[in-house]
């Protein structure tokens, strides 16, 4: 279960929004080009419902998710799973990552998966240079 505070209006640059968990009491924010991404996938979503002309209900019962799940999807809730974001998004018929019919995004995945193989295993932050000024 999550808390939901909000810092200030989304007027304001700089803006915000903590997420507090109820399990460990952490606090995680958000940059606002987050809470900009997650209310225009929310809103996209609640486009594509509606031209489908599927209720709130008709719609979560497809996702199999309840209604108020989905109507935190469509607000650009950050507390929802991912997943089911996803497949939301993959009912309702919005594109994901620029991609449809999970065609482009097989060959995106291969491509990723290619450039991973070529990279090292491990990443380690820079060495600071050791000065051995012991004269």
């Given at each position: 279960m999550?808390?939901?505070l909000i810092n200030s209006a989304l007027a304001n640059p700089m803006t915000e929004?903590?997420?507090r968990s109820a399990?460990?009491?952490m606090e995680r924010a958000f940059s606002r080009q987050t809470l900009l991404?997650?209310?225009l996938l929310g809103e996209r979503i609640r486009?594509?419902?509606r031209e489908k002309r599927w209720s709130e209900a008709e719609a979560a019962e497809r996702a199999r998710i309840s209604r108020a799940t989905l109507q935190k999807i469509e607000r650009g809730g950050l507390g929802v799973a991912?997943?089911?974001v996803l497949e939301v998004c993959t009912i309702v018929g919005v594109p994901i990552l620029g991609a449809s019919d999970g065609v482009p995004l097989a060959s995106a995945l291969e491509h990723t998966r290619l450039k991973l193989a070529v990279l090292p295993k491990r990443v380690r932050g820079e060495r600071k240079p050791e000065y051995d000024d012991d004269f």
């Open positions: 999550l808390v939901i929004k903590t997420m399990a460990t009491g991404i997650a209310q486009l594509a419902r991912l997943g089911l």
